[in-house]
């Protein structure tokens, strides 16, 4: 269903069904402007639904506020194993609350946070996030606007003993 233009409307369509029984593994919505609002009605989907394993929402606006709804569904959802966040207008806040939800979350593997303004705060938080998650096996982070201080900081954290990623692309 990418490059549809669903809208708020769809997506809210969309994470009602997805609380309702639905089989659905993997939903794909990239580029359909869903903004915030639909984020939000996703998060609350996905608080609720035990077969979606797989949401690509790169392209839609989501922003911070948008984020932290994603993560609050993250601390009890179960079976998402990926999540696609590119270009989503993401910055160091929104990335506090997903660190925290990573935190807790023992089943997602594949995280795409690239074209997003994360910085050097947003990967602090990230950072932290990553010294307790153990189950995020592929991370990718290019195109985050980090400094060198980003960048080493990251490096540190990854070099530690407590951390094992399979693939982190930066």
Same mark, same amino acid.
Request: with cysteine; proline share 0%.
């Given at each position: 269903?990418?490059?549809?233009?669903?809208?708020?409307?769809?997506?809210?369509?969309?994470a009602s069904a997805m609380?309702?029984?639905?089989?659905?593994?993997?939903?794909?919505?990239?580029?359909?402007?869903?903004?915030?609002?639909?984020?939000?009605?996703?998060?609350?989907?996905?608080?609720?639904?035990?077969?979606?394993?797989?949401?690509?929402?790169?392209?839609?606006?989501?922003?911070?506020?948008?984020?932290?709804?994603?993560?609050?569904?993250?601390?009890?959802?179960?079976?998402?194993?990926?999540?696609?966040?590119?270009?989503?207008?993401?910055?160091?806040?929104?990335?506090?609350?997903?660190?925290?939800?990573?935190?807790?979350?023992?089943?997602?593997?594949n995280l795409n946070l690239? *074209?997003?303004?994360?910085? *050097?705060?947003?990967?602090?938080?990230?950072?932290?996030?990553?010294?307790?998650?153990?189950?995020?096996?592929?991370?990718?982070?290019?195109?985050?606007?980090?400094?060198?201080?980003g960048a080493r900081y990251?490096?540190?954290?990854?070099?530690?003993?407590?951390?094992?990623? *399979?693939?982190?692309?930066?």
């Amino acid at each position: 269903m990418c490059f549809e233009a669903i809208g708020v409307a769809g997506a809210q369509y969309l994470a009602s069904a997805m609380q309702t029984g639905s089989t659905l593994q993997t939903l794909n919505l990239s580029s359909n402007e869903i903004g915030e609002e639909g984020a939000q009605h996703l998060g609350s989907a996905l608080q609720i639904n035990k077969t979606l394993t797989n949401l690509f929402l790169c392209w839609n606006y989501i922003s911070d506020s948008g984020l932290l709804h994603l993560a609050g569904a993250l601390l009890t959802n179960t079976t998402l194993v990926a999540l696609d966040l590119e270009h989503n207008y993401i910055n160091g806040e929104g990335i506090m609350h997903l660190g925290n939800a990573l935190q807790d979350n023992k089943v997602l593997t594949n995280l795409n946070l690239s *074209d997003n303004h994360i910085g *050097d705060d947003g990967i602090q938080h990230l950072a932290i996030a990553l010294l307790t998650n153990i189950a995020l096996e592929i991370l990718n982070l290019s195109s985050i606007h980090l400094t060198t201080e980003g960048a080493r900081y990251l490096s540190d954290v990854l070099q530690s003993n407590r951390v094992r990623h *399979d693939s982190v692309y930066v």
